[in-house]
């Protein structure tokens, strides 16, 4: 079938084989807490996808990488949710490298050993906070000789049960008692963190999305970027770039849950033509919307215009996708929805699209502002 074939050819390419197993999987076993698919991602080099080949990974581009996210999505959906962060944690990892320069440590620390470890990057920035901004920390980086002393909660946090590195948001307070955003880098397995369950709906449940506590953690200078004024614009256009390809994997992950579903229908040659191609429109146009954000990636455009863009773009896919998955079951019949669990999981899977940051609430003054000529801000 042509349906999404560019995007399996593509992750074929680059993570070959992988596709193929995991299809082989029932999707009840795929998104059960303890799925195998996690480490089979590990194991078919799925961690180094967006590592720099200079780096030793695979260096895949904007482009490839939302193609292999959409295929995985519709084969795995947890695995997809968890790895979109762990894809967003490495292009922010290397980012932050590039700007604090080779004299930081940080790159015999940790970055060689991402590749050649295929290590799995997990991200605190969330806290489990209504009407908290993304880029706002509670969790504060307490000075003491040598490092920072660590106490907090970071939740949900994908691949928290996987996890080898977890890069962290926290609060540093300058001379003034201001505090900027830091950004961390643990290795998993440091004394003080655990995890905790959090997760409590069946859907999703593989994406291990639970609670990292950190109690009196201890973290070296290396381990910790902070808001050196000297690095302020540096650091605020990481903010942007992070926050952009935050976005594009969310449409790219949940383009590929609902895409599953369209692929049931067209296989299965329900109902109407007319209804069929304009699934196929739908989330094509999604897709292509999520592309168009890749490309403006590669192309650079990733200042505040660019910012603006990944959220129109996300909240457009957003909308495209809750509209395609409503119709796709309907046009599934009810035989299918209670002969299987399958139709109604990918259902309510899809729906958390909604729920990852920004809400669309809380950026609707700044979108509107944007328009009327003021910068983008994103708190």
Same mark, same amino acid.
């Given at each position: 079938m042509r349906f999404m074939e560019a995007d399996q050819q593509t992750c074929?390419?680059?993570?070959? *084989? @992988?596709?193929?197993?995991?299809?082989t999987i029932p999707l009840r076993e795929l998104e059960s807490e303890n799925n195998p698919a996690i480490e089979l991602f590990r194991s078919y080099g799925g961690p180094n996808l967006l590592v720099p080949?200079?780096?030793?990974?695979? *260096?895949?581009?904007?482009?490839?990488?939302?193609?292999?996210?959409?295929?995985l999505g519709s084969v795995a959906p947890s695995l997809t949710v968890a790895t979109m962060m762990h894809h967003f944690s490495i292009g922010t990892l290397y980012a932050v490298a590039d700007a604090?320069?080779?004299?930081?440590?940080?790159?015999?620390?940790?970055?060689?050993?991402?590749?050649g470890e295929r290590m799995l990057v997990a991200s605190g920035f969330a806290e489990g906070r209504s009407n908290q901004g993304i880029l706002a920390p509670q969790v504060e980086? @307490?000075?003491?000789?040598g490092g920072y002393h660590i106490t907090g909660s970071k939740k949900p946090c994908s691949l928290a049960g996987s996890m080898d590195l977890l890069t962290a948001s926290v609060g540093i307070r300058d001379g003034d008692g201001d505090v900027g955003m830091g950004f961390l880098m643990l290795p998993a397995d440091t004394p003080g963190v655990s995890i905790h369950p959090f997760w409590s709906s069946f859907a999703l449940a593989g994406a291990q999305s639970h609670e990292v506590?950190?109690?009196?953690? &201890?973290?070296?200078?290396?381990?910790?970027?902070?808001?050196?004024?000297?690095?302020?614009?540096?650091?605020d256009q990481l903010q942007t770039v992070g926050l952009i390809w935050f976005e594009m994997t969310v449409c790219a992950a949940y383009t590929g849950i609902a895409s599953a579903l369209v692929a049931q229908v067209l296989d299965r040659g329900r109902g109407a033509v007319a209804d069929r191609a304009a699934l196929a429109v739908r989330i094509e146009t999604a897709a292509a919307?999520?592309? $168009?954000?890749?490309?403006?990636?590669?192309? $650079?455009?990733v200042d505040n215009d660019g910012l603006a863009q990944a959220l129109v773009t996300r909240f457009g896919?957003?909308?495209?996708?809750? @509209?395609?998955?409503?119709?796709?079951?309907?046009?599934? *019949?009810?035989?299918?929805?209670?002969?299987?669990?399958?139709?109604?999981? @990918?259902a309510a899977a899809s729906h958390a699209i909604a &729920?990852?940051?920004?809400?669309?609430?809380?950026v609707a003054d700044a979108l509107v502002d944007y328009y009327g000529g003021a910068p983008m801000v994103v708190r």
């Amino acid at each position: 079938m042509r349906f999404m074939e560019a995007d399996q050819q593509t992750c074929d390419a680059l993570l070959p *084989g @992988l596709r193929e197993r995991l299809a082989t999987i029932p999707l009840r076993e795929l998104e059960s807490e303890n799925n195998p698919a996690i480490e089979l991602f590990r194991s078919y080099g799925g961690p180094n996808l967006l590592v720099p080949r200079s780096y030793g990974g695979i *260096g895949a581009t904007a482009l490839e990488a939302v193609r292999v996210q959409r295929t995985l999505g519709s084969v795995a959906p947890s695995l997809t949710v968890a790895t979109m962060m762990h894809h967003f944690s490495i292009g922010t990892l290397y980012a932050v490298a590039d700007a604090v320069g080779a004299d930081s440590g940080l790159d015999d620390l940790l970055l060689k050993r991402v590749a050649g470890e295929r290590m799995l990057v997990a991200s605190g920035f969330a806290e489990g906070r209504s009407n908290q901004g993304i880029l706002a920390p509670q969790v504060e980086a @307490l000075p003491t000789d040598g490092g920072y002393h660590i106490t907090g909660s970071k939740k949900p946090c994908s691949l928290a049960g996987s996890m080898d590195l977890l890069t962290a948001s926290v609060g540093i307070r300058d001379g003034d008692g201001d505090v900027g955003m830091g950004f961390l880098m643990l290795p998993a397995d440091t004394p003080g963190v655990s995890i905790h369950p959090f997760w409590s709906s069946f859907a999703l449940a593989g994406a291990q999305s639970h609670e990292v506590r950190l109690t009196d953690v &201890f973290v070296t200078e290396d381990q910790i970027i902070k808001p050196d004024p000297a690095l302020a614009d540096e650091l605020d256009q990481l903010q942007t770039v992070g926050l952009i390809w935050f976005e594009m994997t969310v449409c790219a992950a949940y383009t590929g849950i609902a895409s599953a579903l369209v692929a049931q229908v067209l296989d299965r040659g329900r109902g109407a033509v007319a209804d069929r191609a304009a699934l196929a429109v739908r989330i094509e146009t999604a897709a292509a919307l999520t592309e $168009g954000l890749a490309r403006r990636v590669m192309d $650079g455009e990733v200042d505040n215009d660019g910012l603006a863009q990944a959220l129109v773009t996300r909240f457009g896919v957003q909308d495209a996708v809750c @509209l395609t998955v409503n119709q796709a079951v309907e046009l599934l *019949g009810g035989m299918a929805y209670v002969s299987s669990p399958d139709v109604a999981y @990918l259902a309510a899977a899809s729906h958390a699209i909604a &729920f990852h940051p920004p809400s669309r609430g809380s950026v609707a003054d700044a979108l509107v502002d944007y328009y009327g000529g003021a910068p983008m801000v994103v708190r």
